[in-house]
């Protein structure tokens, strides 16, 4: 496991940018970004494998973030553009410290957790 450190929320008007970063203590393979909003479940909003060369992004947020990756500072970025009420949550970054072959959303699949962001959109 890692220790993760989130930055870059916050608030944010609906058609608005917020980028997110999250640095890892050590080195890390698949990573990705979740969400919660009140009342609901955590869910998988975008992944990325430590090469780079493969990405998930959930339907809701496709076309509209973009999650990269930086291996020489053991960091990942979550670039939100054109952001909607209902990406309101707190945003958590996640780091998987086993290589795989595959690029898995599941919560289950990660082992280390950040502490959470808040990202509100406002009208």
């Known amino acids: 496991q890692v220790q993760l450190l989130e930055s870059g929320g916050g608030l944010a008007q609906a058609g608005g940018s917020l980028r997110l970063s999250c640095a890892a203590s050590?080195?890390?393979?698949?990573m990705g970004w979740f969400r919660q909003a009140p009342g609901k479940e955590r869910e998988s909003v975008a992944a990325?494998?430590?090469?780079?060369?493969?990405?998930y992004y959930a339907d809701s947020v496709r076309g509209r973030f973009t999650i990269s990756r930086d291996n020489t500072k053991n960091s990942v970025y979550l670039q939100m553009n054109s952001l909607k009420l209902e990406d309101t949550a707190v945003y958590y970054c996640?780091?998987?410290?086993?290589?795989?072959?595959?690029?898995?959303?599941?919560?289950?699949?990660?082992?280390?957790w950040g502490q959470g962001t808040q990202v509100t959109v406002s009208s």
């Open positions: 996640a780091a998987d410290s086993t290589f795989r072959f595959t690029l898995s959303t599941a919560v289950a699949a990660f082992d280390s």
């Open positions: 990325i494998s430590r090469s780079g060369s493969n990405t």
């Open positions: 050590g080195r890390t393979y698949n």
